[in-house]
């Protein structure tokens, strides 16, 4: 074992031998007295360097190691005063498993902040800063806090294809590839597939996995490959799929606070666990917000980002919008003459979530495709769950990066991807 400890173990463990490894996050020099201060995911911790204990070699050695290098230091825990963190490390020795080239692209300890691009370039850098680390230890607690609910709720967790053969959310957004003799594309949706495993009897499933959207724009709300969490459900209308999507935010902004306090302090954000239920408004009260905050807009229209930043101006909460004109929203969703059983989970002027019972009788579906232009042949292998016994469903999809942009309070969604695929990066 390379390491006895990590640095989030160290403080419970006064007077103990320990072998702690990790990066030089700082070196301070004060004469005959060093301080060199250890970082790993899980903290930090002062290791104080005296040159009559370790000898005048070693204290020289030990102080020229450059910032961000990994190293591993044998030593004891000891309280102290003095120290930031009220325990130090005493070392006895310290070993340089590998050194840092300097100067380095993008400080870590420092303030400065540099440009996303740089940012960017350097993720592997940028991401040992504790804020840009505590984004996504609070996107991944976000993640299991929705599964927890869901997998709870009898929800079992697929996977589908995403080398298909059609879109689903409309023609212009899709990434061809090359497949063999034929022509694909990348997946937008699990939406198609997620349906069909209501018609396999799969009663309630979940998938999280990526979605890739040619977007021509950039936006600090799109991505091209984002993360989407969907969910599909037999026997229920949108009702129930709105109540199974509010009861898992709940759950995740439960366990977010429970777990990942220091990372909330971190990002200085604060939240309470909202009530339930959340606001459910209809599309044409949104209609009206809007009108009243002197936006033009006819009914049948997508909210445009003014139109969204006027309802954002007056709902800073987590809202649904119901009762959307089917003209706005695709084939699978189930009509209600010009309306429809879709509906958006907004908050502020930012759409987290799209969904809707749909309309699992073939006639209507078939019909409906032709209305929008589509070719109900290109989806025959769609069709076809639909002629055997489709029971009644609904669901949603849910972007993770949007909810993250959400919870953390980044204005760039690109902070709440690793490795971000936006409209001109492909590296790295
Ligand atoms: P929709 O197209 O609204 O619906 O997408 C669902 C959610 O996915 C997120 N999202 C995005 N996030 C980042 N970058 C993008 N380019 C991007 N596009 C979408 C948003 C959005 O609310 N099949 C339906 C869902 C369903 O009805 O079950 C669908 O894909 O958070």
Redo the contacts with the bound molecule.
Sequence with gaps: MLRSHTLGEIPSLQGKEVRVCGWIHDIRVLGRIAFIILRDRYGFAQVTLIRGLVGKEKFRKYTKIPRESVVCIRGRVQKSEQAKLGFEILPEEIEVLNRADSPLPLGVADKVDAEIDTRIENRFLDMRKREILSIFEIRNIILQGIREYLLANNFIEVHTPKIVATA??GGTELFPVKYFEKNAYLN??P?LY?QMLMAAGLDRVLEVAP?F?A?EHNTT????E?I?I?I?MSFANEEDAMQMLEGSIVNAIRKLKEEREEEMKTLEIEWDVPKLPFRRITYDEALEIVKNNGIEMEWGEDFSAEALNALGSELQEFYFITRWPMEIK?FY?LPDGKYSH?F?LMYGEK??????QRNHIYESLVEVMRSKGLNPENFEYYLRAFRYGMPPHA?????L???TMIVTGVKN?RECVIFPRDRTRLVP
């Design positions: 689903t959310e937008q949706s939406q997620k979605a959207r977007e709300r799109h991505l091209n984002f989407s969907d599909e695709p969703v879709a958006d759409e987290i979530t799209s969904g809707a669901g949603w999809g849910l972007g990066e949007r909810l969604i």
